[in-house]
DNA sequence: GTTAATTTTGCAACCGGTTGCAAAAGACGG
DNA sequence: CCGTCTTTTGCAACCGGTTGCAAAATTAAC
């Protein structure tokens, strides 16, 4: 159906390779080649098919964007931010939803199969192994958002989580709270663990502060108002570290139920300074991740890694920073 | 790098074309082969390359998926339907961000290059020539979520527009009020524009009703609130039938701060009834428009392309429905 | 046990490109 | 104008698969 390099290789009157070098740059062709192989490709309305070149060259400038994360308005913005920068880069990306799907191998096995050059996690709630299935099977790799380590295994771009924990402990003992929750994502998630950690690290050495956590059961409204709402039954801290914003949200809509007042009774904190914390009907303070730069970061990391596959592992950890907005009550 | 069909031919000690029929489903090969291919696959960790076959076979089983709603959250919805979806019929998502990009023919020309197998685009914003530079170009193409026309040149499904803007109307008449606005989304999207003419054709027949409109330059809670912000400073109207939710959410919250409350000084109904107009703090009175069954249809037929590519062209339009919630004054 | 019909297998050409190599063409110097 | 060096071009093999066709192997029928 579509015109081949051979229909325009024939119409100019010159050999397949030819019109190939035209459409290869740093390709030897003269100018009077490349006239008159584009005349013809422009008449035909040809253009290359970059399957067949990849079986070649090896490269397909496809990556692998792979994500669990489909119920929470910032990874829009995280594809918005990927997607674009990738094109910008002349990379396609080829999206991959774990949701369904928690076997590392299948994924490994299909996009080997549309030999990406590159694969991209972007999930705070895959685990390290998950990403470590893509570099084991030859594939490089970058996890956004993932956790970090002292000995990472693959490249990892991301927040460190248990700094947040800290910092976010500290923020609400500078407040003068005294009976402090945590109030995390699932479980199971690395962030979630990881921010547990850094929060009662620091709160340990804070013997007059009373603590409680738990958790919620994925990180969306719905999970955070019905965790608020049992805990809004018996005795209820004066300060909740939430593992999201969106969590926060539906926290502060169970509290506006239960007609008590945020900030005058309860304080909540949340994380990720999504565009919705900033709404004047919402107005949360929270922990800024500086999303932006972690995709930006990324997508540099996998771009050296193409020219450099067996690049030695690294994890670029940026800092987060608190949002003081108005669901904290202030210092003084 | 990776292990080829020749190598797998070579272990198990038979022909290249062997091996390729052992993995092509409807293939003639005998039982006793293909344990023995299967066996030489496994131990080598053998998986086809998809790219190559597809060279032969014409199929990739990659689809484009086009969109240039990348803020806001129901496409995030969206994209995790479309995503899934297509996973689970074997087909894959290229994804493409349209957001600074305009020119249909450069999308065209890259997803030829990968050879998609077809192309979705989702957008209530293009318009119908963009969708048509696809079919013009041999590439079976869906248009999800764009403007139906009676004589549609490519496949659309989604919702009637005009229909929408007319139930909006007779809902916001019913309930008495009598001096009503349009505050539409972006001024040069077709959904604005069909659901502008749908709502002014029926207030048409009410002399009686005072009319007004405007429009946000995004669908974005900040065009939402900025646009209400300038119209509450000069004589409101009673109520205003907003281009989207996420806008009508901006809108409830310069309501908010203008000290007017919503219902009882002001009423709102949307679009779209996504997630968060149920939240208990938002609480959108909205026009519910079925995206799950959007986007499956639009799958289907997608899918059913593939097979027949010329295929007549038909609109697929689902009926919207009022949600009834907080933001209208009650019937009575 | 033969022979015919059917199934399975391998050969070789092809899909749409790329690329090493050697031949052809141009550029340069004298 | 000739010889040499450099650039441009075409040939042919290859990338990793698929597939029509005919030969080989099975199976069925007698």
Chains 1, 2 share one sequence.
């Not at 299909?110 to 192994?129: C, E, F, I, K, N």
């Not at 007042?261 to 904190?269: A, L, T, W």
Request: aromatic letters at 8%; one cysteine or more.
């Amino acid at each position: 159906m579509a015109i081949t390099l051979k229909e325009v290789a024939e119409r100019a009157g010159v050999s397949r390779s030819a019109v190939s070098r035209t459409f290869t740059d740093g390709a030897s062709v003269s100018e009077k080649m490349r006239r008159k192989v584009e005349k013809a490709a422009r008449d035909l309305g040809y253009s290359p098919n970059a399957l067949a070149s990849s079986l070649t060259t090896g490269r397909t400038k496809l990556v692998g964007l792979i994500s669990n994360n489909f119920h929470n308005p910032i990874f829009l913005e995280v594809f918005d931010l990927f997607t674009r920068g990738l094109q910008d880069r002349g990379l396609r990306p080829l999206l991959v939803n774990l949701t369904d799907e928690t076997d590392p191998q299948a994924s490994v096995r299909m996009l080997r199969q549309y030999s990406v050059d590159g694969a991209v996690v972007a999930s705070s709630t895959l685990p390290p192994g998950f990403s470590k299935a893509f570099r084991d099977a030859g594939v490089p790799v970058v996890h956004s958002f993932g956790r970090y380590s002292s000995a990472p295994q693959v490249h990892v771009v991301g927040i460190d989580n248990v700094e947040c924990g800290r910092m976010a402990a500290r923020t609400l003992v500078a407040r003068g709270y005294r009976k402090i929750a945590f109030l995390g994502g699932p479980e199971g998630a690395t962030s979630t663990q990881d921010r547990y950690s850094g929060f009662f690290s620091e709160l340990g050495a804070h013997r007059d502060v009373k603590t409680s956590y738990s958790f919620a059961d994925a990180y969306s409204f719905d999970a955070g108002r019905r965790e608020m709402l049992r805990l809004l039954k018996s005795d209820p801290a004066e300060a909740y570290f939430c593992g999201d914003d969106v969590l926060s949200i539906g926290v502060l809509s169970a509290i506006a139920d239960s007609g008590l007042r945020v900030p005058e009774d309860i304080g909540i904190i949340g994380l990720n300074d999504m565009e919705m914390a900033r709404w004047e009907n919402i107005n949360l303070t929270t922990i800024h991740q500086p999303i932006r730069q972690i995709v930006t970061s990324s997508i540099e990391l996998m771009v050296a890694m193409l020219d450099e596959p067996d690049r030695y592992p690294e994890a670029r950890i940026f800092p987060c920073s608190i949002v003081e907005r108005g669901t904290l009550r202030s210092l003084s």
